[in-house]
């Protein structure tokens, strides 16, 4: 059972920046596949970044250099550093982790809430 707790969250104007965080259980932290997703009312949760063990990034297309995920094995924990904030990124923001030995089980955070508002 591995644990993720979100923060970070708050409210921001355009433009501006936030930085989530994701702290995990476990020992085996840096076997984990680390994401963040994101999900407004009335839209799907989509995925806005991750990092594997290694450290190799994938990002959403709508991120376009705002972002950058990053994790830190001897803290356990993720970051999503996000720039250049647009209303449209308005959502909840989920912590994701995926574990081994067959990386098929997942584990989610209960989300934090970023709100991108003038």
């Known amino acids: 059972q591995v644990q993720l707790v979100e923060s970070g969250g708050n409210l921001v104007q355009p433009g501006g920046s936030l930085r989530l965080s994701c702290a995990a259980s476990?020992?085996?932290?840096?076997?984990?596949?680390m994401s963040w997703y994101r999900q407004a009312p009335g839209n799907q949760r989509e995925l806005v970044a991750a990092?594997?063990?290694?450290?190799?990034?994938t990002y959403g297309d709508f991120v376009k250099g705002r972002f950058t995920i990053s994790r830190d094995n001897v803290k356990s924990t993720v970051y999503l550093q996000m720039n250049n904030l647009k209303v449209e990124d308005t959502a909840l923001y989920y912590c994701?982790?995926?574990?081994?030995?067959?990386?098929?089980?997942?584990?989610w955070g209960n989300g934090t809430l970023v709100t991108v508002s003038s």
């Open positions: 994701n982790a995926v574990v081994p030995p067959n990386y098929t089980i997942n584990y």
């Open positions: 476990g020992s085996m932290f840096s076997t984990y596949i």
């Open positions: 990092i594997a063990r290694h450290g190799t990034t």
